[in-house]
């Protein structure tokens, strides 16, 4: 299938190209780029190493005739069937062998750390210390998962403050990796690293309510417990889902200053108490899902990159405090715009290299009367909790959650969308033929309006259920303030449907629902039987969930809303 657009850089995740002088195996060199890539991570995976061929070699394609054709297919059948071969020894027997043929140490020069530091940008090469070692990861910015600039903060220096801040680092491959960039060693004579340089920055987190579902600790992001989601409209505070990209930071509410500016030097600066006395107090019902709800179903599919999550990355709260629209006219903005103009916030949380976590909407939508975008500073009627942004977040009903910024510390009018790495490089959808090889964040919009959306909360998926009536529950919503008006239930896998009752929900004005719905059904049910549950939502513009998840796959897992399956056992 060809290829959309221009070829971008190797996929992250994969193995980077090695740098070695030795070259592959001429066998393994004819098999391919996709084979060595495979072969190397069986290699790794079982205790051995092979080489990468080196930049300077030929990349071959299939249907080339360089490629070797049915000799290079041979060559990666029998290097694998090699590779087994050597597997089935044993662990004892394969270590000895490695202990006796293995090379001798190779002797690296040694650096200081000032000469280390010398070399922080891509024409100078970039080399970083990890431990008592010197490596050159020049070949890899690009390649960085997390985007070029994060690995460029690290530059000239060590990678300890940066890996304890992004603790999915700490992994044996990981280490293994960066094993291949190696240069050289720092000098015996130059002293640690400042152990409180590496300090854990989340030990400051607030704590958290035990019976959140974690799916990561460092940054902290767990789940309200399914079986939790429909008993009540509000999500309590404790249980709501939480969604931290770094630290959690400590503000302290009697310096707080909230800055908004624009052009013309155009600035506005706010206290919390002034925050609150200034502008008359706005309340508005709204759900928040995060853009990777849902996620876990699409990783069944293919692998996605991403938090694993269930069905439990969404809340409901009643969010209390300013209109955006009223600030952003005390400050001299008029209600429209000419041209394409974007209101960016920036969040008090930030990396390492002092760059924060931010994201924009549309200007119209922020100064929109109905719109309802928020400064809140109350969430269910109580201050808002540090996990949700005290003291001041920004909530945007309707909208993917990653633009509702916490902890706000600047508003800002702009020509253009915020530059943030959340803004630009994540959280947009893309085909299911894009991989990391041609993706091209450039060439696609940041979401905003999120898609028509229901789950089963009860029963859960595998439980054993007893004869007789089922009462099945669950949640809808729909982006962008559409009112969802009905959800079909199936309990046969979609070849037949009833329609569910609402339990509990608000009636909201015409594209202003910006709450879900919990609904209901009640059906019998045969002992015995294998029943698989199904449920889709149809909203006001008659948008409706799509029916499985392949079609709507994207490599990082976001938006998917496809028909929600559940499968029970009925008791005999």
């Keep these: 299938m060809p290829r959309a657009g221009p070829r971008c850089p190797p996929p ?9 002088p ?3 195996p001429a066998a393994f060199s004819r098999a391919g780029p996709a084979a060595m890539l495979l072969l190397r991570a069986a290699a790794i995976a079982a205790g051995r190493r092979l080489p990468l061929p080196r930049r300077g070699c030929s990349r071959l394609t ?3 005739p360089a490629a070797g054709g049915r000799r290079g297919a041979a060559a990666v059948l029998a290097a694998l069937l090699g590779l087994g071969a050597a597997l089935a020894y044993g662990e004892r027997r394969r270590r000895v062998a490695q202990a006796a043929q293995a090379p001798p140490s190779r002797r690296y020069p040694r650096y200081t750390r000032e000469e280390v530091g ?3 940008s891509p024409q100078d090469r970039v080399w970083v210390t990890h431990g008592t070692d010197v490596f050159d990861v020049t070949d890899f910015v690009e390649l960085h998962p997390g985007g070029a ?3 460029l903060l690290a530059a000239g220096g060590a990678l300890e403050p940066f890996w304890a801040l992004y603790a999915v680092h700490n992994q044996p491959h990981v280490l293994e990796l960066l094993r291949e960039f190696k240069v050289g060693e720092l000098s015996p004579d130059e002293a640690p690293p400042d152990p409180a340089a590496a300090q854990d920055p989340f030990a400051g987190d607030p704590p958290r309510h035990p019976g959140l579902r974690v799916s990561s600790r460092k940054p902290f992001n767990a789940e309200t417990p399914a079986e939790l989601l429909a008993e009540r409209f509000l999500t309590p505070n404790e249980l709501f889902f939480t969604r931290n990209h770094l630290p959690v930071p400590a503000v302290d509410p009697g310096s707080y200053r909230l800055r908004v500016e624009g052009p013309g030097g155009r600035v506005l600066s706010l206290s919390l108490s002034e925050l609150r006395s200034r502008f008359p107090k706005h309340e508005v019902t709204a759900t928040l899902q995060c853009a990777g709800n849902r996620r876990s179903e699409m990783s069944r599919v293919r692998p996605v990159k991403g938090l694993p999550w269930d069905i439990g990355a969404i809340g409901t709260a009643r969010w209390g405090g300013a209109r955006l629209r009223d600030v952003l006219l005390h400050a001299g903005f008029g209600e429209e715009r000419a041209g394409e103009w974007h209101v960016c916030f920036e969040g008090l949380d930030a990396d390492p290299g002092g760059a924060p976590y931010g994201a924009s909407i549309p200007y119209g939508r922020a100064v929109s009367a109905g719109a309802d975008v928020l400064l809140a500073y109350e969430m269910n009627g109580e201050e808002l909790p540090r996990d949700h942004g005290f003291p001041v977040r920004v909530v945007v009903p309707g909208v993917v959650g990653a633009r509702s910024v916490k902890w706000l510390g600047r508003v800002a009018v702009s020509a253009a969308e915020s530059p943030s790495h959340w803004q630009q490089n994540d959280y947009k959808g893309f085909s299911p033929c894009v991989d990391w090889d041609s993706v091209d964040y450039s ?13 089963i909360t009860h029963p859960r998926p595998g439980a054993a259920v007893p004869p007789g009536e089922l009462t099945v529950k669950g949640y809808a919503w729909s982006g962008g303030g559409r009112d969802v008006v009905r959800v079909d239930v199936s309990l046969d896998g979609g070849r037949s449907w009833r329609v569910a009752r609402w339990v509990e929900g608000e009636r909201a004005a015409l594209g202003r629902a910006w709450a879900w719905k919990l609904w209901e059904l009640r059906a019998p049910v045969a002992a015995g039987a294998e029943v698989e549950i199904v449920c889709k939502a149809v909203d006001g513009s008659y948008n409706v969930q799509p029916d499985t998840v392949a079609p709507i796959w994207n490599l990082r897992g976001v938006l998917s809303n496809a028909w929600h399956r559940v499968r029970v056992t009925v008791t005999r």
């Design 118 to 120: 010398r070399h922080r």
């Design 62 to 64: 299939p249907g080339n």
């Design 22 to 24: 030795v070259p592959a």
């Design 149 to 151: 600039e994060k690995l």
């Design 443 to 455: 060439a696609a919009p940041a979401i905003q309006e999120l898609p028509v959306q229901s789950a």
């Design 12 to 20: 992250r995740g994969r193995f980077p190209v090695e740098r070695c």
